[in-house]
């Protein structure tokens, strides 16, 4: 069985899907397509930068979408890979939604740019962060995030393999859970350079308007089916999509489990669709023997088919 799966916010990264445009008519449909469901050149956006205008959320969300489908198209175009199911990290769900028929790629961009707004407002600069724990179990993290918080709000926020963990809350109490988890043998705790602090509950009212988004735009069949970082486990009604992306906001990314569960229903091999190697790197953290590849350019690509 093979698995597609695509990245998430932090995968962005000037110069994407460049390549893959000067060869390939497929791929420069896909930014076209963007370039006109948002009135806005993210094509020039992903391809020239620059990174500083890249990293806002509202605009990483729909480069990071693009870019991924533009490879998913141009993957289809030159090979016969099929995948038996999808999975994406974080705003890497819209992407697999797109791959498995669930949502029409302009409407998706249009979302996804306004649930980076959403996301980036929900939070005034300053209050929230996020930060990454390394070398601490996930129950002894979320004791620690419990004796953090002090009124404030700390929690797991993205479980992205064994002993790697993101937290995310007030700013004050991630501080607070940086310090213990250090006192506690972290190997690392450090902040992250990120401009909210996502998948947690600070993040309930973006959720609430990203569902009313939701409820305006199609969503058809799913062809194949897709983990949801919500609950880790495939699914193939797409009534239950739209419930599952509002959770998704302020719920923890359940990437580690997800890829157990997918290897637990017997996936061999992991392509990562879109920019950069951050999940080839967390599935080989998960389950060292898996054969992972990524296309991304054309080096990739080759390398691919």
């Known amino acids: 069985m093979l698995a597609f799966v695509f990245p998430g916010q932090g995968s962005q990264y000037a110069g994407m899907g ?69 999975a994406g990290h974080s705003l890497g769900e819209f992407s697999a939604l797109v791959a498995a028929g669930a949502l029409d790629f302009a409407a998706a961009v249009r979302v996804v740019r306004q649930r980076g707004t959403f996301m980036q407002a929900a939070v005034p600069d300053g209050v929230g962060a996020m930060a990454a724990i390394l070398g ?39 501080e607070r859970a940086i310090e213990l988890a250090s006192q ?6 450090m902040r992250l350079p990120v401009s909210a602090p996502f998948h947690c509950p600070l993040m309930v009212p973006a959720g609430e308007r990203l569902q009313h988004e939701l409820e305006q735009i199609a969503i058809h069949p799913l062809q194949i089916p897709v983990v ?34 997918m290897l637990s ?25 898996i054969p992972v590849a990524n296309i991304e350019d054309i080096k990739s690509l080759k ?3």
């Open 18 to 86: 460049k390549e893959l445009c000067a060869e390939f008519k497929q791929a420069r449909e896909v930014f076209e397509q963007a370039d006109d469901a948002l009135g806005d050149n993210l094509t020039r956006m992903c391809h020239e930068g620059p990174d500083a205008t890249l990293r806002l959320t509202a605009n990483t969300q729909p480069a990071i979408l693009t870019a991924s489908i533009a490879a998913l198209r141009v993957l289809q175009a030159e090979s016969d890979l099929v995948p038996h199911v999808v």
């Open 265 to 289: 229903q017997g996936v061999e091999r992991f392509i990562e669709v879109g920019p950069g190697r951050v999940l080839s790197g967390l599935i080989k953290r998960i389950e060292r023997k």
């Open 228 to 261: 949801s970082n919500v609950e880790a486990k495939p699914y193939t009604e797409s009534s239950k999509t739209t419930a599952l992306l509002v959770r998704q906001v302020s719920a923890p990314v359940r990437w580690s489990e997800s890829v157990e569960n």
């Open 136 to 174: 601490i179990d996930a129950e002894t993290l979320q004791l620690i995030c419990t004796e953090a918080a002090q009124g404030e709000v700390v929690t797991p926020a993205n479980f992205n393999a064994p002993g790697q963990i993101v937290i995310a809350g007030n700013t004050a109490a991630v």
């Open 303 to 305: 390398a691919l088919v």
């Open 184 to 189: 506690r043998g972290a190997k690392r705790a």
